[in-house]
């Protein structure tokens, strides 16, 4: 993405997608079936076609999908098929693994953050795995789940990520590696860690430091007795927007190439958790154009209101974090800037204003937009009913969705 005056630039124009617009069996169905917008379809094709792709990409690592980028029932269903496990974070998550043929072994809660009653659900259901960053959540594993399997999430700072998680979890190196032994204390099956690089991370190089780390945490603990296994990467790799990435296999041999680095001959158990980089190029959130305006007579900038906004789809552009790819049914006349925002009374409710979308000048009400690669973190994300707009549907198809 280049810079323009200090903003990203989202140039829109039809080569900025290879020239292949909305994908080929997604536009079939839209054409055929006509469903209201917004809406998002799913292809189970696609879907597939990734999780072989990060398979492939780290070969030695155990998939857990992040089931919040997408849950519809048919994609964690395909991926049961798939012999996928579950990276969940709440009872409802677990239910919904098991209701579509998922094994408790599975599945990881991977949630750090939960309360006694949930963990005492997801043991009940069978569930034996779980991360935590925080004495107070082990000591509620070791009464509510005795004798799991416990990995702890280290706090790591990497830059890059368009969606990063802040310090919100994890704990320091020397906290966890205290907090191993005290799993083990407290008849536990302490058995590794995990870390975050934040999600759409740009830079492959970014899980360097998370390895590490983890290395370091490995040694100090093997020192006091504690003997791990487990290095779970996360997730955070990328699926296609404006801005382009390096390919999943770049991707896969940076994290390959680190953990051989840091942990030399002893290499651990590899997993991953994710999420975006499975589903988010399988869907297409389909749009129409509310209206096209100006604020003034001599303002440059239409400003364009689609049905679909922060809080039915669109959550991923708080901050113009993430810049989809959008194809209009006028793409290939002349273009000017515009600003995109949703349909809601909300003034937050803006898509676009910074980063600069151009879009076809004779563009008007009625027009339905394609928002591309918009499978990850669209539907799982909208509201119930905020200001009487429905939550987007998901419709899937192929793979006999
Ligand atoms: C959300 C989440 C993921 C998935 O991240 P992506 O960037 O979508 O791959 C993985 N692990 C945990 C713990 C998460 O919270």
Redesign the pocket.
Same mark, same amino acid.
């Given at each position: 993405m280049a810079m323009v005056d200090g903003r990203r630039t989202a140039s829109q124009r039809p080569m900025d997608h290879g020239g292949a617009g909305t994908p080929a069996r997604i536009r079939e169905f839209l054409d055929r079936e006509r469903p209201a917008t917004p809406c998002v379809v799913v292809d189970l094709d696609t879907v597939r076609e990734r999780y072989a792709e990060v398979s492939e990409a780290l070969p030695e690592a155990r998939l857990f999908y +992040?089931v919040? +980028?997408n849950p519809a029932p048919e994609v964690v269903r395909l991926l049961v098929g798939l012999g996928a496990s579950f990276?969940v +974070?709440s009872p409802a998550e677990i239910d919904l693994c098991l209701a579509q043929g998922a094994t408790p072994e599975s599945i990881s809660y %991977?949630n750090p953050i939960k309360k006694r009653s949930e963990i005492a659900h997801a043991h009940a259901a069978g569930v034996r795995l779980f991360a935590f960053d925080s004495e107070q959540d082990l000591e509620h594993l070791a009464a509510e789940a005795p004798g799991a399997s416990v990995f702890c999430r280290l706090l790591i700072h990497s830059d890059g990520a368009r969606t990063p998680f802040g310090k919100k979890f994890g704990c320091a190196r020397e906290m966890a590696a205290d907090l191993l032994v005290r799993a083990a204390e407290l008849g536990l099956d302490p058995c590794g860690v995990s870390f975050?690089v934040g %999600?759409?991370q740009t830079d492959p190089g970014a899980w360097e430091v998370g390895v590490a780390d983890a290395a370091w945490v490995f040694r100090a603990v093997a020192g006091r007795g504690v003997h791990l296994r487990l290095l779970n990467l996360?997730?955070?790799?990328p699926a296609s927007y404006v801005e382009a990435t390096p390919s999943l296999s770049v991707y896969g041999k940076a994290v390959q190439e680190a953990v051989t680095r840091h942990f030399g001959d002893a290499a651990p158990e590899l997993a991953a958790?994710?999420?975006? +980089?499975i589903v988010g190029d399988a869907g297409v959130l389909r749009t129409e154009v509310v209206l096209v305006s100006r604020k003034s007579y001599d303002d440059e900038h239409r400003w364009v209101y689609l049905d679909a906004g922060r809080y039915n789809g669109l959550a991923e552009c708080e901050g113009e974090a993430i810049a989809y790819r959008i194809v209009t049914p006028r793409d290939g006349g002349p273009v000017g800037p515009v600003v995109l925002a949703g349909p809601t009374c909300d003034g937050d409710d803006v898509l676009y204003q910074r980063t600069v979308y151009e879009l076809p000048l004779d563009l008007r009400a009625g027009d339905q937009l394609d928002i591309l690669s918009a499978g990850?973190y669209t539907a799982s994300f909208a509201s119930v009913f905020f200001n009487g707009f429905s939550p987007l549907p998901t419709h899937c198809i192929g793979a006999r969705g």
């Amino acid at each position: 993405m280049a810079m323009v005056d200090g903003r990203r630039t989202a140039s829109q124009r039809p080569m900025d997608h290879g020239g292949a617009g909305t994908p080929a069996r997604i536009r079939e169905f839209l054409d055929r079936e006509r469903p209201a917008t917004p809406c998002v379809v799913v292809d189970l094709d696609t879907v597939r076609e990734r999780y072989a792709e990060v398979s492939e990409a780290l070969p030695e690592a155990r998939l857990f999908y +992040a089931v919040k +980028a997408n849950p519809a029932p048919e994609v964690v269903r395909l991926l049961v098929g798939l012999g996928a496990s579950f990276d969940v +974070a709440s009872p409802a998550e677990i239910d919904l693994c098991l209701a579509q043929g998922a094994t408790p072994e599975s599945i990881s809660y %991977s949630n750090p953050i939960k309360k006694r009653s949930e963990i005492a659900h997801a043991h009940a259901a069978g569930v034996r795995l779980f991360a935590f960053d925080s004495e107070q959540d082990l000591e509620h594993l070791a009464a509510e789940a005795p004798g799991a399997s416990v990995f702890c999430r280290l706090l790591i700072h990497s830059d890059g990520a368009r969606t990063p998680f802040g310090k919100k979890f994890g704990c320091a190196r020397e906290m966890a590696a205290d907090l191993l032994v005290r799993a083990a204390e407290l008849g536990l099956d302490p058995c590794g860690v995990s870390f975050h690089v934040g %999600s759409q991370q740009t830079d492959p190089g970014a899980w360097e430091v998370g390895v590490a780390d983890a290395a370091w945490v490995f040694r100090a603990v093997a020192g006091r007795g504690v003997h791990l296994r487990l290095l779970n990467l996360g997730g955070g790799f990328p699926a296609s927007y404006v801005e382009a990435t390096p390919s999943l296999s770049v991707y896969g041999k940076a994290v390959q190439e680190a953990v051989t680095r840091h942990f030399g001959d002893a290499a651990p158990e590899l997993a991953a958790e994710p999420g975006r +980089a499975i589903v988010g190029d399988a869907g297409v959130l389909r749009t129409e154009v509310v209206l096209v305006s100006r604020k003034s007579y001599d303002d440059e900038h239409r400003w364009v209101y689609l049905d679909a906004g922060r809080y039915n789809g669109l959550a991923e552009c708080e901050g113009e974090a993430i810049a989809y790819r959008i194809v209009t049914p006028r793409d290939g006349g002349p273009v000017g800037p515009v600003v995109l925002a949703g349909p809601t009374c909300d003034g937050d409710d803006v898509l676009y204003q910074r980063t600069v979308y151009e879009l076809p000048l004779d563009l008007r009400a009625g027009d339905q937009l394609d928002i591309l690669s918009a499978g990850a973190y669209t539907a799982s994300f909208a509201s119930v009913f905020f200001n009487g707009f429905s939550p987007l549907p998901t419709h899937c198809i192929g793979a006999r969705g």
